[in-house]
């Protein structure tokens, strides 16, 4: 079979159209698609409730932090026992201790009495912990097809994942509970 010829300067190879549509204050052309243009082209969209934010953001602050209360509320609670940290959604800090999260409580209350320990919006924070290796997987760019790692190679790797058991969590992030934390109010006088 051959292929067919078409040359560059043959009469009827292209044809002139006029094509409208949106462009944006930028130069670019977005078609029929006004909602696109009008978003390139502007600096603030409105939230649900009307309010201008930048059009980095989908919500005002009273809305996300509407939604974050309601989100937070929908969370199982369950009592921290003191163990591994804890999260303030509310404020974005990690607390340690029972110690840490009086301090905190004993300065926002100063600042606003109606202030309280669910205010803060405690999580339980899960751990982050160091992954194991598996040779064959993080090597398997490498390996030719049905190839495995080298012995030596692999009994160096057990070792290091016995030693990668062994350790505490590299760092904390949020989990899927609400922290009940109980306060003993004596706990929250001033230190003299």
């Known amino acids: 079979m051959t292929e067919k010829v078409i040359p560059i300067d043959q009469p009827d190879l292209v044809r002139r159209v006029t094509v409208t549509g949106f462009v944006s204050t930028d130069g670019h052309f977005y078609g029929d698609d006004e909602r696109l243009?009008?978003?390139a082209s502007c600096t603030h969209v409105r939230c649900d409730?009307?309010?201008l934010v930048h059009k980095g953001w989908m919500a005002c602050d009273a809305c996300r932090e509407?939604?974050?209360i309601e989100r937070y509320a929908a969370l199982p609670k369950v009592e921290w026992n003191g163990d591994g940290f804890i999260y303030s959604d509310a404020c974005d800090r990690?607390?340690?201790?029972y110690e840490e999260v009086v301090d905190?409580?004993?300065?926002?209350?100063a600042d606003d009495p109606e202030f309280t320990v669910e205010s803060l919006?405690?999580?339980?924070c899960e751990p982050n912990m160091a992954r194991e290796i598996d040779g064959n997987e993080h090597f398997s760019?490498?390996?030719?097809?049905?190839g495995e790692i080298p012995p030596e190679l692999e009994a160096a790797f057990e070792a290091l994942n016995a030693v990668?058991?062994?350790q505490p969590p590299l760092s904390w992030s949020p989990g899927k509970n609400a922290a009940i934390v109980t306060i003993d109010p004596a706990d929250l006088a001033e230190v003299a």
Do not use: V, W
Request: proline share 3%; glycine share 4%; net charge positive.
């Open 37 to 39: 243009a009008r978003y």
């Open 49 to 51: 409730c009307g309010t």
């Open 66 to 68: 509407k939604k974050d």
């Open 94 to 97: 990690y607390f340690q201790s």
């Open 104 to 109: 905190y409580l004993r300065d926002a209350i």
């Open 121 to 124: 919006r405690l999580m339980i």
């Open 141 to 146: 760019d490498d390996l030719p097809e049905d």
């Open 164 to 166: 990668i058991r062994k």
